[in-house]
């Protein structure tokens, strides 16, 4: 299939939808169905001079007059945008001395800035931004003019507790409380991402129940995500997807070897678990990952950190974003980080895990002036070096040392671009997103003995190319009696991967051929349409009942040649291969929900799961190179509830998923590695969540998932039967623990406690990981824009192993991948 024209198709069919969408509604909206109009008094076209600001602090929060030159009444139009209270007053003008516009950083403790300009000729603009939330607003006769109180909490609660718990989230497509949606969702507030000291979708597992992260051989390009024990099965010479959806502003990342990009200026992330495959355009089995960053908007403000510390741990942020001209933003992002690593290769006095990360993104953003059409523009490239594809004897009394007479690299490049467009209209609301992703791993190579023998290297060079188009029309998300949601997804998807063996001086010694080359270059095509939908009906004020449905077709193909180069001739080593496949399937979704009260709701579902089937390149038959998809079904039963005046949060949730072919890593005679299917799994688990504010700059989060994981049917290759064996990869239990206090005169603590049960590498459960517990800290000092931390992530310099497999090269031998060990560091941060 030619890539460049099914692109440019991809491509035209967006622009030819919003053309047509552009006629079919009115060119301007009622201005008025996006905000809610507060008239102080009725008041006439005439223009009005704000002659001073000023802003004083209050019980509750704090007071904006406007001065007026003469006693006139204003009417205030406004709206709320995630932390930011937004006021337009139009026919007024802003008449400061010497100043175009008031800006007031910090003017009271929950209120981060208050900015007064001048946004159009007859029309001025008040900006609020809260810390954490947006404040209320209660207007105010003044007779010096038109008086504002942004109220963040009142008198009596003031001395004991901070305002609510209230977390705001799109995970269901829709603008919603976390507390009202009916399914597992856990929420990481951009602040949270701050404090925490996230930079990478690996550390988001450790607030998430039943999510786990394990980096496998060849660092960040194959690392196992896994959802209430479904995953992306990490093996490095196989087509197919992964259970679990990662999406960052819509876009989804749909190879299981992309996931880690930096992360940087997030405004928050949500983690849904359980199928999604009727809300989303990209099908997801296990959970999504939906990552949201900050968008450009009509100020200029910007931010930056600076991170120094061991073991040669160099890290830098910068972020600015504001308006270009009305209506026009611009955001530039940028992240660089090193590492020196933490595993020395002892042999060649090298550092075998030297990391270094530079990514940079952008994005141009629209909103027509009635605010009903929101069209971004983002590009973003990412470059990072995870050093050599290292593995250590599992049994070494020092993991974070290794002898091997060749070093190696990986190295990754990637560039996305997208192109998002939502229009708001008054019945229902469109989105269309248009997105490229490039992503390649070249070179990604090792040592393949793991010895100072010079027997083999190995290296696995991967590209792939990705073209996808989603699009969704929905209604109101206050629609009643029914709310729905239609979608159509289209990717298309080529992917090169190319395994090599070289076989070096001393191959001889185990009985291969000196000087040969085994390589495998294969090309893997797959197409994928899918129809989406799902609807509630409100039966009662406080009975929900949800349905939903996703198709799904797709069409794959590998093309394989097995070369073998010795003596500088070049043969087939084994017959090309040649296959080509197609594949539907139904996805139906049940749930209902009902709330016994607003601090009470309960909730259950019913879904279908899928995870693609796919190719490996290594076998020689098409029999044993052709792997089949997995399917399940998922039931959960849940509440969530809330105390305390929303204070404290509790969620609780039990599962259980039946799995049919159920995907991982196996062999083939005689030790051919390839991707196998076993025929059931049962997984069942609970999880509970907390969060809590027992006093004021107090917050607590918690959170613990058990799981029970085993194969109830599988007989592998060698006629080994693993019938109540757990899945590998998959931790017993996950816990987490959180405490941070921010003091009113600017000390910062925070210590986390993240508990990972056990765990097994392989469905044999012979090599294992033991429960480990791991301590993250930061303390510091804030004040104004400013702060800087001292912090130590694993603090305790725990060891353990994140991969670990049997060798076929030195049979016997069990070697694994090290986590990474303690740092220590100093980060200095400012916002402007």
Known sequence: MNTIPKSLCIAGLGTIILALLAIAVPAYADITADHEQVTAQVVESEIISITNVKVNSTD??????????????????FQIEDNKYIADIPNTRLNLANEEE????????EIDSVTIRQTEPNTIQVIVIGKTQPPQLEIVSSNQGLGLNFITTTPESAAITEPEIELQVTAGKFVENVQDVPASITVITGQEVEDSGITSP?????FTPNFSTLRSNGGRTRANYNIRGLGNTSSSNSSGGSAVGLYVDGVPYSDWFSYESALFDVERIEVLRGPQGTLYGQNTQGGVINIITTPPDNFWQGQGSVSYGSPGWRENQLSVRGPLEDNLFLSLSGYYSELDGFVNNTFLDRSADYRQNSSYRGQLRWVSPEKDWDVRLTTNYEEYNDGSLITVPFNSPNPNEIQTDF??????????????????????????????????NNPGSGDGDFTILDIATASIDVKTLNWSQEFRLQSLADAKPW??????YLEDKDTEINVTSSFGSDAGTLGFPVGLTQSTPSDFKDTTYALFSQITYAATPQLNLTAGLRFENRNYSINRRSITEIGGFSIPSASDINLADSDSILLPKFAMEYQFNPNLLVYGSIARGYKNGGFSTLPNTPEETQFDRETSWSYELGAKSSWLNNNLLANFSLFFTSVEDYQLIGFVPPNISTIVNANAVDIWGIELETRAKPAKGLDLIASFGYINAEFSDFTDAFGVNYRGNKIPKTPEYTYFLAAQYRSPGGFFSRAELQGIGRYFFEENNQLQQEPLVLVNARIGYERDNFGIYLFSNNLFDKNYFTEAFESFILPGVPFGVPADGRTVGVQVRARF
Do not use: M
Not at 61 to 77: K, N, R, W
Not at 202 to 206: L, M, P, Q
Not at 420 to 429: L, V
């Open 483 to 488: 709310r729905w949601l239609i979608g159509a």
């Open 407 to 440: 070093l190696g690299e990986s190295v990754v490049y990637t560039n996305n671009q997208s192109l998002a467009i939502s229009y708001k209209g008054e019945n229902f609301d469109f989105t269309s997103i248009t997105a490229r992703r490039q992503w390649a």
């Open 60 to 77: 509750t929060g704090i007071e904006v007059i406007l001065e007026t030159s003469q006693p006139e009444a204003l009417e205030v139009f």
């Open 102 to 109: 008031f800006q007031q950083n910090n003017p009271a403790e």
């Open 202 to 206: 690996r550390d988001i597992a450790k």
